[in-house]
């Protein structure tokens, strides 16, 4: 049996098939190509184009006034991490938009793409007042009214507002108060026929919020420290300003930080010096005012050695109290969160005292982990591993420090209570003195130690006014923001050829699906290289154009026909296979390919050639021999076999001498008993005695098994295959015949061929004179005539 549904696949190449598909849906993938550019089309027509503007930026940093006094300024940054997140920060991006005045933003509407007029628009709106915040974000329509007014028109909180206004006038309402400036009246007009205007009043946050996401910060060389400020959108103009803005914030806001942080430190130093400068005052005039009271003029030489004594050791006391502040200031920063500012700014305490060079490097250590805790910070989270490691190391180094400082707190007491008890004992010593020497003494002291502690200041002020007058922000702009009306996406030129490629590689895919799947038979080379090489192929039958209801006997009528032809050359290719045959079976896969038709007719060429031959309908199942001859079907085959009919009452005679037929005769309900009867074989034997040939009309053998037999037994068993019809798999079931060795040769007819797909069969000579016919079945039954 023939299973028609059952999936072929031609994993071998195949000219005969490439050359079908080819000719049969070459215009596949120029559809597919054609569709997909169209695709592509539309999808540029309506996608917004996309613009790009980049500038490049160098961050650096000039530190002169290190050379001269080896100390570096606090400002001074070996990495950009906190730069780059501070350009990426929606503070500066804040500060960036406020430099553009981007208070109103202009739209135009078309049916689809809804475009920001930036820089671009027919109309401006220049905002005074806006007295109701809720209308930020609100669409505020313009119409042109009358070729010189405009309408605004918006709905908000439920209700519809409109109002009418002259072209470049003051606009004012309960909820804004606007002028509208219209520079070409012409301009707006056009706008206004072609697309839908309107205006919002922008939420500064809200607007942030939209733009910052198209902003990129790119590191392009650490260690030059190079960053592009990239920015995209759908306006050129605006990427423009936008990234020209970034930059020119960042810079403005970097020098104001450093400006703001050097003035703070000399505003602390100062203030300093006008408290000490207060204390040294008030102590000279204290001295001053004691001399001229007392008539005290030189009391130097008095007790000279008692004050030498004192003063030094009292120097050494107000060092060791200057050194132990120092070390509580040192504790009061040592928090658990130190910061990494103020543990800097611990290092210039250091110099000079007795403890310098034990501290000072532990707290630089401390400063350097604090500042690469600061960086990481801007690439990692505090659940970090490295951010943990290098906490416990700044716990570590500040429980040393804190240590350090116990003990050297514990010493300068000691040294401290000692130093009080000499001092103590020279006083003891000094009271026996005159009352006013030693009054002179003791004013003398403390101007002695303001003018030191003053001195102390200033010095510190000198040094680092000239760190920081020699440290200077260096940020420069290496590359300009550019301007360019190229939209950088999409690119038209690769949306085309993507969209044109996948329309290709589906075309010719359809086409090599078509290729795999290829399941018909075309030609007599394509039905040759399916068969086995058992199978004799007789010829080909041409297809004609016009259907018929019905297969027709048509070879008398038009003898210098094609199928007239092809029929004689069948004829004559059967005299090579078997010159005597008496009986021919024809038999096919499936109903529709035409076994009927080349019954009829190669009875009627065969019977015109002298023979006297008769037709027998043997599809008992769907006979159609008596549609062909135009006859009754009342008594036939089926009759006859059972006998309820003589063989003389079902035969009948055709318009062509010596070419009688049989009839099918009722449809009974047990036909392959009786094909396969006895009774058949009586009737055949008989109807070999009356006729030179017999042609049976064979049921299809890929449905039904009963005509296998007949073929079998037949001197010419012929299977008919109709091209662009018959599945290839149906070549399967004429395998199995032979394998099975059911019957021993079988010759083969290529029904319904193109003209050019003959294979070689030349007939054609007799085409285009006499009769012919311009029709063909496409199914079982074969066409009505039409003469031409």
């Known amino acids: 049996m023939v299973n028609q549904s059952k999936l072929i696949i031609n994993k071998h190449y195949n000219p005969i098939i490439v050359s079908t598909i080819l000719k049969r849906f070459w215009w596949w993938p120029l559809l597919f190509i054609g569709f997909f550019a169209a695709i592509a089309f539309i999808y540029l027509r309506y996608t917004k184009p ?339 490691s290098i906490n416990q190391r700044i716990q570590s180094k500040i429980q040393s420090i804190r240590r350090s400082v116990e003990v050297i707190q514990e010493r300068l007491m000691n040294n401290a209570k000692t130093i009080r008890g000499k001092i103590g004992q020279f006083e003891g010593e000094y009271f026996k003195l005159p009352e006013k020497k030693m009054e002179y003494n003791r004013l003398k002291s403390l101007q002695d130690l303001h003018e030191e502690y003053y001195t102390l200041l200033m010095e510190k002020k000198v040094l680092y006014s000239i760190s920081n007058a020699g440290y200077a922000s260096n940020n420069r702009v290496l590359n300009e923001a550019t301007l360019n009306y190229v939209p950088v996406s999409p690119n038209r030129k690769l949306v085309y050829a993507g969209f044109i490629f996948i329309g290709t590689i589906i075309g010719f895919g359809v086409l090599l699906f078509k290729y795999v799947t290829f399941n018909e038979i075309n030609t007599v080379e394509d039905l040759k290289s399916l068969l086995p090489e058992k199978a004799t192929i007789l010829g080909n039958v041409p297809l004609l154009r016009n259907a018929n209801e019905f297969s027709q006997l048509m070879v008398h009528e038009a003898p210098k026909s094609i199928i007239t032809e092809a029929m004689r050359n069948i004829r004559t290719n059967l005299s090579f296979v078997n010159n005597n045959a008496r009986v021919i079976a024809i038999s096919s896969s499936i109903s529709g390919e ?94 070999k005695e009356r006729y030179d040939v017999v042609v049976i009309d064979n049921p299809p053998v890929g449905l039904v098994t009963d005509g296998v037999k007949i073929l079998s037994n037949a001197d010419v068993p012929i299977y008919i295959f109709k091209s662009h019809y018959s599945k290839r798999i149906f070549a399967n079931r004429v395998k199995e015949l032979f394998d099975m060795r059911q019957i021993e040769h079988l010759n083969v007819v290529l029904n319904g061929t193109k003209l050019g797909q003959g294979g070689g069969y030349g007939y054609g000579y007799g085409y285009g004179y006499g009769y012919g016919y311009d029709y063909y079945d496409d199914d079982d039954s074969t066409s009505k005539k039409k003469r031409k």
Do not use: W
């Open 50 to 388: 996309v613009y790009e503007s980049n500038i490049v930026i160098q961050l650096a940093e000039k530190d002169q006034g290190k050379e001269i006094i080896e100390l570096e300024n606090i400002n001074t940054k070996t990495s950009i991490s906190s730069e780059i997140e501070l350009l990426r920060s929606e503070l500066l991006f804040n500060m960036a938009i406020q430099r553009l005045n981007m208070e109103v933003s202009l739209y135009s509407k078309g049916r689809i793409l809804t475009e920001e007029k930036y820089h671009q628009s027919s109309f401006n709106v220049q905002p005074y007042a806006i007295h109701d915040s809720t209308l930020c974000d609100v669409p505020i329509n313009v119409e042109l009214v009358d070729g010189s007014k405009v309408k605004l028109s918006y709905q908000h909180k439920g209700k519809n507002h409109s109002l009418v206004r002259p072209i470049n006038s003051r606009i004012t309402n309960e909820h804004f108060d606007v002028m509208l400036k219209v520079p070409n009246v012409q301009n707006l007009k056009e706008d206004d026929a072609e697309n839908d205007l309107y205006f919002t009043f922008n939420n500064k946050q809200t607007l942030v919020s939209r733009l910052i996401s198209n902003l990129e910060i790119i590191p392009v060389d650490e260690e030059a420290k190079t960053v592009q400020i990239l920015y995209k959108g759908y306006n050129p103009d605006l990427c423009h300003d936008i990234a020209d803005a970034v930059a020119r914030a960042f810079f403005s806001y970097d020098e104001e930080m450093k400006r703001k942080s050097a003035e703070n430190i000399l505003s602390f130093i100062d203030m300093q010096l006008d408290s000490i400068s207060d204390g040294l005052q008030q102590s000279k005039d204290s001295l001053t005012t004691f001399q001229r009271n007392a008539n005290l003029p030189d009391p130097e030489n008095v007790g000279l050695s008692l004050t030498e004594n004192m003063d030094r050791f009292q120097d050494q006391l107000f060092e060791i109290e200057g050194e132990l502040s120092t070390l509580q200031l040192v504790s009061s920063k040592l928090r658990n969160e130190p910061n990494r500012l103020e543990i800097y700014r611990l290092i210039p305490e250091m110099l000079g005292k007795s403890f310098e060079a034990s501290l000072t490097k532990q707290i630089q250590d401390l400063h350097t982990m604090l500042e690469r805790k600061e960086d990481l910070l801007f690439e990692v989270t505090d659940e970090n591993a490295e951010i943990k």
């Open 594 to 687: 035409g076994k009927t038709f080349v019954a009829l007719n190669l009875a009627g060429i065969i019977a015109l050639s002298g023979k006297k031959t008769v037709v027998i309908d043997l599809d008992l199942r769907k006979p159609k021999v008596h549609l062909g001859f135009n006859a009754s079907n009342i008594s036939g085959i089926s009759n006859l076999i059972i006998g309820k009919v003589s063989l003389d009452e079902c035969i009948h005679h055709s318009d062509i001498e010596n070419l009688d037929f049989i009839t099918a005769g009722p449809i009974p309900p047990n036909p392959s008993e009786l094909i396969l009867s006895h009774g058949f074989e009586d009737v055949l034997n008989e109807l």
